[in-house]
Structure formats: structure tokens, C-alpha cells
């Protein structure tokens, strides 16, 4: 991954370099009109030299400066994309279309590459955190209402519902189901507790619209409820996997628009049931997008 980024970045230098000395040489070479302003061509070169000294900075830690590498993907994928337009259309000769070889082609599979390492190694970092520990659902675990989770749970069974942050559409699905389901949960005698990554404040105003800002909440930005029972941060696929896509779309389509990240916007959401201090069901979620029952989950197991 090193030499990768390295030689991309003598490369974008070398050809930035280029296209600042010598704005009209390309142009000459393929029988095409120069341009009227060749301080856009030298600008245009003067960018990608830019990029080859974030590639050389990159190169020292790939996976901690995976961003460089991320919107230089970015550019090597868009970039050919304009390119086919134009060749599409006959505004450009084909043989223009040797720069997109040299400068974008060649790095999409390297650069994705490093990109994929970046994710391994910060789901791998992520997997270190903590080992599942479910007594922490009970230590110290004071709700909004001012009552432990431990002392509600002594009284009648408790569904908590772990969310994901609360700008993603599946969390808003996620309040506006346990809306509806309410009544058949707690009128089965259950009562549900949410556990967020917000502050408690502003969890209460956004919860205020789906009805639900009187149900106890217990605020984890740190995700230390979420980690000790084992809730991670999820992989690529579960995040981003197509059928996260699709689903994403009808909830979108639903009326259940995204909003500004707030909290760990990888942490996987679940579903515990507690009763008398012991956890007596639990719903691991697969992938962001799973849509559980929550008024089925709310019942109480009859060996419970």
C-alpha cells in the first residue's frame, strides 16, 4: 500500500507538473484545438499535484489517512465517468481518453484496496473494545426518569430497544414502529426503555415527535451499554450491503428522512428483554436495515 501511494503521488506530481509547464503540449500531440484559457489547464494541473503530496502523506499510514485515499477514489471514479459523457457525445477524441487510463483506471483497484483494509482494520480495532459483559446493563444504568434499569425490571419485564444514531432513517423507522406498537406492549405489561448516543436533551426533542419522549431513555454516547453487550459496530455489508440500500429507500420513500449524525454512525442496533435483573431475550440485528416486531418481542418468554 505504501509504494501504491507513493508512486500515485510522483505520478499525479509529475503529471500536474506537466500540465502546468506545458498547458498546450496534450492538446498539440492529439490534433485538437488548444484552449482559449490555458490557466484552466495548468489549474486543472495544479490540482492533481496537489493530490500526489496528500498520496505521499497517505502512503506513511494508509489506514489512518484512509480519507486522502477515499476522495481520491472518489475523483478516479467520477472523473471517468464525465469522460464517457464526452467521448459519448463526440465533444472529445478517443485518444483523450488515454489521461483517464493513466490517471484513473489504473488506481481503482489498489485504491480500493487500501479502502478495504481501512475498514478491516477499524472493525478489527473495534472488535477489541470491550468483551460482552451483561451485567453492565444493570450497573449504573439510570434512565431519564431517574430509576435504574435494574429496579424497573424488578417490577415488570422491560423491552430495551438499543438505537442507532439518530439521524439514520432505520432509527427514525425504528421510533415510529415502537409508536405504533406501544399500546400492545405495554399493554401486555411490558415497559420499554430506549437507549440512545445522543444527549438526553436532544434525544427528548426528537423523540417528542413520535410521541415517545415520556418513555425512560438512558443516554450512551460513549457506547458503553451497546459494547458490553456485545452490540459492535457493523461490517460493510450490514451498513451499506445492497439490500441496506433498497430498504433505505422505502423508508425514505416512507416519509422517514435522515437527519444530522449524531453519535457512532456504525454502532448496530438490538433489542433486549429483561426481567428481574436477568436478560431473558435478545435481537441481534443482521443488518442496519432489519425491521423487528417489536410488539411480539415484548412478550415474556414462558419459561421466563
Not at 154 to 179: I, K, W, Y
Amino acid at each position: 500500500m505504501r509504494t501504491v501511494l507513493l508512486c500515485a503521488g510522483f505520478y499525479n506530481v509529475l503529471w500536474g507538473a506537466f500540465a502546468v509547464l506545458f498547458p498546450g503540449a496534450i492538446f498539440r500531440w492529439l490534433q485538437m484545438p488548444e484552449p482559449n484559457y490555458p490557466q484552466f489547464w495548468q489549474c486543472i494541473g495544479m490540482i492533481v499535484g496537489v493530490y500526489g503530496i496528500g498520496y505521499a502523506i497517505a502512503a506513511f499510514d494508509p489506514a489512518r489517512h484512509w480519507p486522502i485515499v477515499l476522495v481520491g477514489f472518489l475523483g478516479k471514479v467520477f472523473g471517468p465517468l464525465g469522460m464517457a459523457q464526452a467521448l459519448w457525445t463526440g465533444q472529445l477524441p478517443w485518444g483523450f481518453a488515454l489521461n483517464c487510463v493513466t490517471n484513473d483506471l489504473v488506481w481503482w483497484v489498489p485504491f480500493f484496496l487500501i479502502l478495504k483494509h481501512a475498514w478491516e482494520r477499524y472493525q478489527r480495532d473495534s472488535g477489541l473494545e470491550a468483551s460482552p459483559d451483561e451485567s453492565i446493563l444493570l450497573k449504573d444504568s439510570i434512565t431519564s426518569n431517574g430509576r435504574s434499569l435494574a429496579e424497573i425490571s424488578q417490577e415488570h419485564p422491560v423491552l430495551v430497544v438499543f438505537l442507532r444514531h439518530s439521524g439514520c432513517t432505520f432509527c427514525r423507522e425504528a421510533l415510529a414502529d415502537l409508536s405504533f406498537a406501544r399500546e400492545r406492549i405495554e399493554g401486555g405489561g411490558t415497559r420499554l426503555v430506549l437507549v440512545h448516543m445522543g444527549t438526553a436533551s436532544s434525544f427528548s426533542a426528537f423523540t417528542e415527535g413520535y410521541g415517545l419522549s415520556d418513555v425512560p431513555a438512558f443516554s450512551d454516547p460513549e457506547r458503553r451499554l451497546y459494547r458490553g453487550l456485545g452490540l459492535q459496530r457493523g461490517t460493510f455489508v450490514q451498513l451499506f450491503g445492497w439490500g441496506v440500500w433498497w430498504r433505505g429507500l422505502k423508508s425514505l420513500l416512507a416519509g422517514h428522512r435522515p437527519g444530522a449524525l449524531e453519535g457512532d454512525g456504525t454502532q448496530m442496533p438490538g433489542v433486549f428483554m429483561i426481567w428481574q435483573g436477568r436478560i431473558v431475550r435478545r435481537y441481534l440485528h443482521s443488518n442496519a436495515a432489519q425491521r423487528p416486531d417489536y410488539g411480539a418481542l415484548a412478550i415474556l418468554p414462558a419459561n421466563s
